[in-house]
C-alpha cells in the first residue's frame, strides 16, 4: 500500500521563527489533507490540498502532486501553534476515501 | 451548532468487557469513519461507512464491530477480541472531494 513519510519527526522553535513540514507520498492520490492535533487530542482540519498552493493567515500549503510531497509553512510561529502535524492522503485506487496517515511532526514552539 | 460528537471522552473498561463509543454528527455527510491512534503514532483506520447499513474493514478491524442504521450515527464496538485496546478512538465523516472533520475523541483504557 501506499507510504507516507512526514519529516522532521521534531520540531522546536523560538517564538516568531519560520519552518517547514515536508510529506513524502508514495503512489498518486485523491487527496491530501494537513492536520494540527491540539494537546487535548482534537484534530483540526488546516489544508484540504490535493494539488497547487493555498494560503490561511501565517499558514500555507503547496502539494506538488507530480513529484508526490506536499509541504506545509509556518511562519511567525506562536506558542498555540505546538502540537503534532498530520499528513494524510486518500490514494488514488481507494473508493472509500479512507485516509492514511503519516506519522506526524512534533512541533514545539517556545516563548 | 454543527459537528461530530463522541461520548464518553474518558472510558474504562474491565479484561473481558465489550464496550461501545459513541460518534454523532450533524453535518448531513454520507461517509463515517473509525479510527486508533497509539501514543506518539498517526491514526489507522478501523471501519469506514459510505452509506447506511452498509460498512467496510479498514487496515485493524480484528476485535472491532460497528452498525450504520442511521445516517447521523456510527457507534464502535471495542469487543473482548481486541487484545490491546487501550488507545484514542477518533470519529470521522467525509465532507465533499472527500474531506474528512474529526470529532474530540474518545481515550480508552483497560484496567
Known amino acids: 500500500g501506499i507510504q507516507v513519510e512526514q519529516s522532521p519527526p521534531d520540531l522546536i522553535l523560538q517564538e516568531g521563527a519560520n519552518s517547514t513540514l515536508r510529506c513524502n507520498f508514495s503512489d498518486s492520490v485523491n487527496n491530501l489533507q494537513w492536520f494540527h492535533q491540539n494537546p487535548w487530542g482534537q484534530l483540526i482540519n488546516l489544508f484540504y490540498i490535493p494539488s497547487g498552493t493555498k494560503q490561511n493567515g501565517r499558514l500555507s500549503a503547496t502539494t506538488v502532486a507530480t513529484e508526490r510531497y506536499s509541504l506545509l509553512y509556518i511562519s511567525s510561529s506562536q506558542t498555540t501553534d505546538s502540537g503534532v502535524y498530520f499528513c494524510a492522503v486518500n490514494p488514488i485506487y481507494n473508493q472509500g476515501g479512507k485516509l492514511i496517515f503519516g506519522q506526524g511532526t512534533e512541533l514545539s514552539v517556545k516563548p | 451548532d454543527g459537528g461530530i460528537t463522541q461520548s464518553p471522552k474518558y472510558l474504562f473498561r474491565k479484561e473481558g468487557q465489550n464496550v461501545t463509543l459513541s460518534c454523532e454528527q450533524n453535518?448531513?455527510?454520507?461517509?463515517m469513519y473509525w479510527y486508533r491512534q497509539d501514543p506518539g503514532q498517526g491514526l489507522r483506520l478501523i471501519y469506514y461507512?459510505?452509506?447506511?447499513?452498509?460498512?467496510q474493514k479498514g487496515d485493524i478491524a480484528e476485535g472491532y464491530s460497528v452498525s450504520r442504521e442511521k445516517k447521523e450515527s456510527f457507534p464502535l464496538t471495542v469487543t473482548s477480541a481486541q487484545k490491546n485496546p487501550t488507545a484514542f478512538y477518533l470519529c470521522a465523516s467525509g465532507g465533499p472531494g472527500d474531506t474528512q472533520y474529526f470529532g474530540p475523541g474518545t481515550r480508552l483504557t483497560v484496567l
Open positions: 461507512s459510505q452509506i447506511v447499513n452498509d460498512f
Open positions: 453535518l448531513n455527510h454520507d461517509a
